[in-house]
C-alpha cells in the first residue's frame, strides 16, 4: 500500500520575503540557504531576439532587425540588473562580421544588421549577451541561425559539418536508474544520422531473448516504455529506424538494491511524485530519513519522510506554479542525492493577447488598422513591453512548430542542453499528447542550472568576474613624446553637439578614464590635454573595448543552411528591375548611373549593397592623403568639404541672407554616423571605399539621406570597436568612439488611393514591424500600416512580456486579394 505523504507546507520564496525554512533538519537548512545565496547573489539573465520575420531566412541585401527582451531572475521579470546588451553577427570561421550595442530600458531595446548584397550565401549565426551573464559556467546567451541567400550568383558557404554512419539510439531511466522489482519507465532518443530525431520501433527482450516491452516513438524520435527488471537480467533493444537501419543496443543495468523516484504531470492541475524502493533497499535502509526538494521558479520546497513504507506518494497541487521547469531531488538522510527529475508544468498563466484587423479581407496595397489587447489569465487589461511583425506568407510558408519564440525560449530551450528541435510544437497547441511528449523532452534532455551536490559542497562555478554594464566609458593613456607616463595632466573632454565640459587628472601611470556617459554611436567629442607643467604637447592612446567572448558552436544541427532562404531570393531576383522592398528599408530603384560599379566588383556597407552608387573611390586613391577630406577633395565629384564636412554642391540653402551647405549623411562600415561629421577623424589608410549616394540611390536611407550619403568601407581584418581618433593640433583631439547603437526606423510605403510609387511593384516580405509597442490603461493598442503587392495570407505576429514578468505570444491571418 502507498503511503501519502503531506503536501500542506509552501513554497520558499526566495526574492520576496525573509520567510526561510524552518526545518528542523540541519542538511535541509542548509542546501537551502546555500541555493538562496547562489539564487540572490548570482542571478541570472537571459536576452531573448524577437526578429522581423517568423523563419530565420534572409537576403544578402536586406535589413535584419529585432527586438530585444532581457529577463532576470526565475520569473521571467525584465531586467533591472544590465543597461547594455552586445549584438553579434557572425559569419564563417567565427568572423566577427558585426557588432553592435543596445542600449537597454527597463529590459528591452532593439536594433539591427545590414545584411550587404555581396554577402556570401550561407548560414550565419547572431549572438545577443549581456557582460553579466559571463559570470555563469553556462552563460544564458541568446543564438539564432539565419540562412542568407543572395541573388548575385554568390557561392555557398560550405557548411563544416560531419554526419554519423548510422542512427543512434539513447536511453534514460525516469529519475536516473533503474532498479529490479520495480516498475521502471525508460525514455529513450532516436538520432537520424544529421542530428534530428527520427522514428523508431521495435522490442525490449532480455538475455534469454523473450519479449518484455514494446518501443515505438511518439514525435521526432522521442517516447518511453515501461517494464520490471527481474534480478540477474539483463535487457537490450532490438529497433528499426524510419530509414530502415536496424540495430541493437543495450539498456543501463538494473540496481540490485535501490529506490526510484517517479513524477507525473498527466493531470494538468497537479504533480504526482512517487517514490518506491525495492525489498533489499528497503530492508535495510527502513526509518531512515528521506529529503525531498522541488524547486520550482526561484522557489523551493523541502520535505522530509521516513522510509516507512516501500511505496511514498505526494501529490502536489500546480495553482499558483508559474509555466515552466520543475526540478524534483531525492536526498538520502546524509545528504547524498538519490535521484532526480525534471518535468515541466504548463498552466493557464501565460498574457492573453488578441489581435484583429477592421476587416478580414484587403486589396493590395490598402491600408490596414491592426487592432491589439492585452490582458493577464485573469482578464484584466496590462502593461507590457510587445513587438509586432507582419508579413507575406505566400512567399514562404510559416512552420509553427519550427519557430523559436518568446515562449519556447524562455521557458524552455533556454534551460535545457544542447538542441531542441521544433520547440514550439509543445506550446502551439497544448494538448494531452504533446505534454506527454513534452515529458519525455524533459527525460531525455534535462539540464539544471545547479547540482545539490554541488551546492552542498560548495563547488558552484558562479562568479562575479564581470560587473553589470550600464554605461560608456572613455579611457586611455597620456605619454609625453619622449614615451614617459604624464602624471597629473590635465584631460577636458566636450561633446561637439554640446553640453557639459568634463574635467579629469591622470594618474600617477598617466591613465585617465571618464566614465558613466551614456551616448550614441557616432557621436564627436574633443578632447584637450595640458601637462602639470602647463605644457600641450601630450601623445593620447585611447583603449579599446573589453574582448567580447569567445564564440562557441552550442547549435552545429540548426547551423545548416535551409532553402526557403532561396525562395526568398527567387521572388527578389525576379523583381529585381526596380523594387520596394521594406527589407531594404525604402524604395530601391535600379536606375543606370554613369559610371558606378556592379556588384560583386567591390566591398560595400552600403545598405543598398554594391553597384547602386553615383560613384565609388578605391582607398588605394587617397590612402597616402594627410586627412580623408584631402584625399577625396576633387575626387569626388559635386562633393566640398567645409572643416572635413561632406556635403554636396547641390545642397545649398539660403538662412538670414545668407548661403549654407546642408551637410551629408556619413555611414561608416553600415552604422549611420550621423550628418555633420568630420570625416578627417578616419584614417585613410584604414578606408577601403568610399561611395558617393545621391537622389535615388541615397533614397535608401531615408529622410537623413535626403541631402546625399557617403558610404565609407573599412578595409577589413575585424570590426572596428576602438575609439576613432585624430590629433587636430597639439594637444587637441577629435575623438568618435563607439556608443550605444541607434536602431534604424523601419520604413513602409504609403499608398494614396492604391496609386503606384513611382510605377515600381512592391514585393516587400516584412510588411509591417514595430518593436516599441506598449499598452494603454485598457491594454490596448493601434497600429496602420499598409499592404505590399502580394496576395494571400499575410501573417501578424505579437510578442512581450508585462511588468510582472508574465509572458505572452498571439498569431492572426488576414487575406490580401
Known sequence: MKKILSAAAVFLLFFQTSAFSQNDNAMLTNAVSKLK??????????AYLHFDRPYPYYVAGDMVYFKAYVTMGERHELSKISGALHVDLIGKDDNLLQSITLQLNNGTGWGDFALPDTLQKGSYHIRAY??????????????????????????????????????????????????????????????????FGINVKGVVVDNENKEVAKISSWHLGMGAFGFIPEEGRTYKAKVTFANGFQNTYNLPVAESKGITLAVNTDDPSKVSIEIKANKAYYHENQNKELNLLIYHGGSVRTITARLDNEVLGLDLPTVGLGTGILQVTLLSQTGVPLNERLAFIQNQDLLNLSLNTNKPTFAKRENVQLNFNAKNSDGKPVNGSFSVSVVDESKVLVDENSENTILSYLLLTSDLKGYVEKPNYYFANVTKNTRAELDALMLTQGYRRFVWKELLNNNTAATTAFSPEHDIDISGLAKTRAGI???????????????????????????????????????????????ASGKNDIVITFDSP?????????????????????????FQSNQRQGLITA??????????VTGHIRAASYRSSNLGGSGHADQVISGDAIKNAPVLSVGLNGLAHGVQFPSGVPALNTGMILSQGSQSL???????????????????VISPVNVETVEILKGANAAIYGVEGGQGVMVITSRQGG??????????????????????????????????????VNNLPDQRTTIFWKPDVTTDADGNATFNFFNADGTGTYRVEVEGIDTKGNLGRQVYHYQVQ
Do not use: C
Not at 490 to 516: E, H, W, Y
Not at 546 to 569: E, F, M, Q, V
Not at 662 to 680: A, T
Open 130 to 195: 549581456t557582460g553579466w551573464m559571463r559570470n555563469n559556467e553556462r552563460p544564458y546567451f541568446f543564438d539564432q541561425y539565419i540562412s542568407v541567400s543572395s541573388i548575385n550568383n554568390v557561392d555557398l558557404i560550405a557548411n563544416n559539418t560531419t554526419q554519423a554512419a548510422h542512427p543512434d539510439l539513447q536511453f534514460f531511466p525516469e529519475g536516473g536508474n533503474m532498479v529490479t522489482d520495480l516498475p521502471s519507465k525508460v525514455a529513450f532518443k532516436a538520432i537520424s544520422t544529421t542530428g
Open 719 to 756: 570590426v572596428e570597436t576602438g575609439v576613432v581618433s585624430k590629433k587636430m593640433s597639439p594637444g587637441i583631439y577629435s575623438i568618435v568612439p563607439k556608443g550605444f547603437y541607434k536602431a534604424r526606423e523601419f520604413y513602409a510605403p504609403q499608398y494614396n488611393a492604391n496609386q503606384p
Open 546 to 570: 573589453a574582448t567580447g567572448p569567445a564564440i562557441d558552436h552550442d547549435n552545429p544541427i540548426d547551423a545548416g543552411y535551409s532553402g526557403n532562404a532561396d525562395i526568398l531570393a527567387s
Open 583 to 592: 527589407s531594404n528599408t525604402v524604395l530601391l530603384n535600379n536606375d543606370k
Open 485 to 531: 607616463p604624464a602624471a597629473n595632466a590635465d584631460i577636458t573632454l566636450i561633446a561637439s553637439s554640446g553640453g557639459p565640459v568634463m574635467n579629469t587628472v591622470t594618474d600617477a601611470q598617466g591613465r585617465f578614464r571618464f566614465g558613466k556617459m551614456q551616448f550614441e554611436t557616432g557621436t564627436q567629442f574633443i578632447l584637450k590635454t595640458r601637462s
Open 662 to 680: 546642408v551637410p551629408m549623411l556619413v555611414v561608416v562600415d553600415g552604422v549611420e554616423i550621423g550628418r555633420g561629421v568630420n570625416i578627417d
Open 37 to 46: 545565496t547562489l539564487l540572490n547573489d548570482h542571478p541570472i539573465e537571459k
